[in-house]
């Protein structure tokens, strides 16, 4: 791992950032309290987990230190944001959302990866698939196909991070999808939000 591959690895927690900044701002009005509580909770939780994995990296890469709980805690932490940003999104779409009270509990703190696996996938696709159709009752119908790509990134960035990363090729390789995956998934953002 270098200082370059460490730095590189923030691109797509800055890009993740600017478009979690505008959907908390355009669906403010739009959510019920409980709704916009679990969104922010969990895009915060997903920021929070990236800038830890690549502050690690950067740590790890400059010599300065090997701190593995930086490493360690994204998984966790980025799953259960993306399954709670997914499900605020899903109640935005069905529920009428000035009269839903949502109840949240800390979940049991666990070490097995399938759950998170099963988080973070379900999240990822309650938070994209919503998005899209919120996009195309907008009649964004481009942005729709473009929250689409960015879910397929996504999943495709968590199939690469299951293979060997002491390759630097792999690690450049899954930067990359990562990257056009948050791009993606600002431009569908930024599309959202477009007047028409």
Not at 10 to 33: E, G, N, T
Not at 78 to 104: D, H, N, P, W
Not at 174 to 188: E, K, M, S
Request: with cysteine.
């Amino acid at each position: 791992m270098t200082v370059t591959m460490a730095l590189v690895d923030f691109i797509p927690v800055i890009l993740f950032l600017i478009a979690a900044v505008i959907l908390q701002r355009d669906l403010y009005h739009h959510m019920s309290k409980g709704a916009y509580a679990l969104f922010c909770a969990g895009t915060i939780m997903i920021i929070i987990a990236g800038f830890l994995k690549a502050t690690w990296k950067l740590l790890y890469g400059a010599g300065i230190c090997d701190f593995e709980r930086l490493n360690q805690m994204f998984f966790p932490v980025q799953s259960i944001g993306f399954m709670l940003a997914g499900l605020a999104v899903v109640a935005l779409l069905t529920v009428k959302q000035k009269e839903v009270r949502t109840y949240a509990a800390a979940p049991i703190v666990f070490t097995g990866t399938m759950i998170f696996v099963a988080l973070m996938s379900i999240g990822c696709l309650m938070l994209n698939v919503g998005l899209a159709v919120l996009s195309a009752r907008r009649g964004k119908k481009a942005g729709s196909v473009i929250f689409v790509i960015a879910f397929v990134l996504m999943l495709g960035m968590g199939y690469l991070s299951s293979k060997d990363f002491t390759q630097a090729s792999m690690n450049w390789i899954a930067q990359g999808v990562n990257i056009v995956g948050q791009a993606c998934f600002l431009v569908g953002t930024l599309m959202l939000r477009e007047k028409k």
